[in-house]
């Protein structure tokens, strides 16, 4: 059965810091590209960070360059978003997704995780 499973959201004070996982299941990760998305409540949903199949390549939203970093360790199936300074604007459900190639528009991916809710506030 193909899966991704996210772990690792909680609630956490601004200016903290929180590491996603993204394990996969089921199918053969080295062959994906990997994207973060997130999605708040009344709003849609948007891509944050991509990864390429190798690692070699990442893209990040604007919202979060310079505070999160994308990282994938194809051995253990799993990718890795690294959240440090994290703001109230955050606050989402976080996602993600496996598709052929980097990128942040949702139509590019194929298999979706159920998601993980992630929550900052003092």
């Known amino acids: 059965q193909l899966q991704l499973v996210e772990s690792g959201g909680g609630l956490v004070q601004p200016g903290g810091s929180l590491r996603l996982s993204c394990a996969a299941s089921?199918?053969?990760?080295?062959?994906?590209?990997i994207g973060w998305f997130r999605q708040a409540p009344g709003k849609e949903r948007e891509g944050v960070s991509c990864?390429?199949?190798?690692?070699?390549?990442?893209h990040y939203a604007d919202s979060v360059k310079g505070r999160f970093t994308i990282s994938r360790d194809n051995a253990k199936k799993t990718v890795y978003l690294q959240m440090n300074s994290l703001k109230p604007d955050d606050t989402a459900v976080y996602y993600c997704?496996?598709?052929?190639?980097?990128?942040?528009?949702?139509?590019?991916?194929?298999?979706w995780g159920q998601g993980t809710q992630v929550t900052v506030s003092s």
């Open positions: 990864i390429n199949n190798s690692g070699d390549y990442t």
């Open positions: 089921g199918f053969t990760l080295d062959y994906y590209a």
């Open positions: 997704a496996a598709g052929p190639s980097c990128s942040v528009s949702i139509n590019f991916y194929v298999y």
